[in-house]
């Protein structure tokens, strides 16, 4: 049978990001859902979803523009966290409506709320990125490994993720039984560059040969390099002419745009503090999870 492709964790320009430290400043991908399903197919994928932050408006945009399209699957990112340690946890969720997307932002404030709900209603659901850390939050053990099993899904390799965090989600993964998927987890357009193959005829089998454990994940692990180059400097110029078109005074504008420039300025120290949290959060999941207690700490993290 043949491997057919999706990329399972895609932003658009419905989802809307606040800048950290910057009043009324917010970021949004630039790309519209017609021009990353247009990629997506030139791109090789089978199938495509769009997983914008709390919002389905962009799917269902798409859809009532396209009815014509079989190969599309609404998708959502749901911002949620652990009740103790107020981890912060991004879940996936797919094939859903408004209803229950409604019903989803009302359980958001606990990420088993979140998957209870997933479970109850038969909802597609996948626990990305697990070893995230947003909030310089730490990782409660019982509670960390109480949602793992609540989760029938990990997303074992993210786009945006260093190699030492999705080979720890993957650990995970193949120790405690789970299924596998990966994405791009793209705000910049770069599509595809992350994908979940699936030995499948159609996209129920798609989700179904996920379940059944038959998926591959292709694609590579965010470096230093492709951070600056696709997610930092893209991300900057869009942020500054979106925000300057936005803006109705001269000197909001010229003070956006020096922010911009600082930004270009210090993208070193900020490329190299976006990969020390990420060292963090691998060196405290090896130290916290007992399920890491066979792994070499010191070789994964000079690797790293």
Not at 1 to 12: A, K, P, R
Not at 46 to 64: N, Q
Not at 217 to 233: D, K, P, Q
């Amino acid at each position: 049978m043949q491997y057919l492709n999706m990329d399972m964790h895609v932003h658009s320009c419905f989802s809307v990001e606040a800048i950290p430290g910057l009043r009324d400043v917010t970021f949004s991908p630039k790309e519209t859902p017609d021009e990353l399903y247009e990629s997506a197919k030139a791109r090789a994928m089978d199938f495509v979803t769009i997983t914008d932050h709390d919002t389905i408006d962009g799917c269902l945009d798409f859809m009532a523009r396209h009815p014509e399209v079989e190969d599309f699957v609404v998708g959502e990112e749901v911002s949620t966290e652990l009740p103790v340690s107020k981890l912060t946890v991004h879940i996936n969720v797919y094939g859903h409506d408004r209803r229950q997307h409604e019903e989803l932002q009302r359980r958001r404030g606990d990420a088993f709320a979140v998957a209870e709900y997933c479970g109850a209603k038969g909802l597609f659901f996948v626990w990305n990125h697990p070893f995230y850390r947003e909030n310089l939050s730490t990782i409660e053990e019982e509670e960390f490994m109480r949602l793992v099993a609540n989760v029938p899904v990990i997303e074992v390799r993210n786009g945006g993720r260093m190699q030492v965090l999705n080979v720890l989600a993957e650990e995970l993964a193949v120790r405690e039984g789970k299924a596998m998927q990966g994405g791009s987890d793209t705000h910049t357009g770069n599509i595809g560059s992350v994908y979940t193959a699936v030995p499948c005829e159609d996209l129920a089998g798609f989700f179904a040969g996920i379940l059944a454990r038959t998926s591959r994940i292709v694609g590579h692990h965010s470096t230093r390099r492709n951070f600056l180059l696709h997610n930092y400097l893209a991300g900057r110029r869009h942020v500054v002419d979106l925000n300057c078109r936005r803006m109705t005074s001269p000197l909001q504008r010229v003070r956006m745009r020096g922010l911009g420039v600082l930004a270009f300025a210090f993208s070193p120290w900020v490329v190299r503090r976006h990969f020390r949290n990420q060292i963090d959060m691998a060196r405290i999941a090896l130290s916290t999870l007992k399920a890491f207690g066979h792994l070499n700490e010191a070789l994964l993290l000079d690797a790293a």
